[in-house]
């Protein structure tokens, strides 16, 4: 049988996996790329809760669902801003590593 | 869902989710997280999210995923394979992120609503598109108006961003 700590732990090990990409990896792209992870990992608990969290009528809490895909929409932008910021930093520096971006001005 | 397909899904979403982390060749780290957000979409789908399930697929495994293929290539990120590690920030690192591991195993592990199983539905079939639908148009109209701003914010910007400055 499937409880919600399953899928808790799938998501709290997911969020890890993300987070230990941000701290270990170097290149700005995987970086995003983790950050894509974590955000997609807290999606999973909050989906997880709504469906844990019936209301009267016995159907799933769908003011979550609606917060998941407001969620959806950021990462969505955030990753299209993040993107031509990193395609700026390497026409500036020809560099998409952050050891080489330690400068503040340049 | 029965538990098979569960943990199935569940080890799909995170053996290839450490494989984006673990991955040299960020190409390769792309695909990976292609197969891990189906998994997760399977997962979405799994909890009666349909509609989720089917925007997770939509936008992350479509439109997000072909944006990171695009600029990867556009930047030929071949050069960097080969650099040192630094093992000693590098442990650092994987030691902060098992600590919170722990921590998230600790707090589900305490928490006791968590070892209850989901409560049925009344049905078999849910209609999760209009009740999704009648709670974003109805209720949160309001917020739903401020990203579509927020969007076409993060539009402009990125033109501007990738407009070539005159020198």
Redesign the interface.
Same mark, same amino acid.
């Given at each position: 049988m499937i409880t919600l700590g399953d899928y808790l732990i799938v998501s709290g090990i997911l969020f890890v996996i993300g987070f230990a990409g941000v701290m270990l990896r170097r290149n700005l792209i995987i970086i995003l790329m983790s950050l894509e992870l974590m955000l997609n990992a807290a999606n999973l608990s909050l989906v997880a809760f709504s469906r844990f969290r019936v209301d009267s009528t016995g159907l799933p809490n769908y003011d979550v669902q609606v917060f998941v895909f407001f969620i959806i929409t950021v990462a969505a932008a955030e990753v299209a801003v993040g993107l031509a910021i990193i395609v700026a930093l390497y026409r500036a520096r020809q560099t998409t590593d952050v050891k080489d971006i330690s400068s503040l001005k340049f | 869902?029965s538990?098979f397909l569960?943990w199935i899904f569940?080890l799909l979403?995170?053996i290839f989710?450490?494989a984006?982390?673990i991955n040299r060749n960020?190409v390769a780290?792309?695909m990976s %997280?292609v197969v891990? @957000?189906l998994g997760?979409a399977a +997962?979405?789908m799994s909890?009666? *999210?349909y509609?989720?399930g089917i925007?997770?697929v939509l936008?992350?495994t479509g439109?997000?995923m072909v944006?990171?293929l695009f600029?990867?290539m556009?930047?030929d990120?071949r050069a960097?394979e080969g650099?040192q590690i630094n093992w000693l920030a590098?442990a650092?690192?994987?030691a902060?992120?098992?600590i919170? %591991?722990g921590q998230? @195993?600790s707090v589900?592990?305490h +928490?006791t609503?968590?070892?209850? *199983?989901?409560?049925?539905?009344?049905g078999s079939t849910?209609d999760d598109v209009r009740?999704?639908g009648?709670?974003?148009f109805g209720?949160?109209n309001l917020?739903f108006q401020i990203?579509g701003v927020?969007?076409l914010v993060?539009?402009i910007?990125?033109v501007l961003?990738?407009k070539?400055q005159p020198r």
């Open positions: - | 869902m538990p569960f569940a979403t995170l989710g450490a984006v982390v960020p780290s792309a %997280l891990s @957000f997760l +997962l979405f909890l009666n *999210a509609f989720i925007i997770q936008v992350y439109a997000v944006l990171f600029i990867i556009l930047l990120l960097e650099r590098s650092g690192g994987l902060v992120a098992l919170l %591991l998230i @195993f589900v592990g +928490l609503i968590a070892h209850k *199983a989901f409560p049925p539905l009344p849910i009740n999704i009648a709670a974003l209720n949160y917020p990203v927020l969007v993060a539009t910007g990125v961003l990738s070539r």
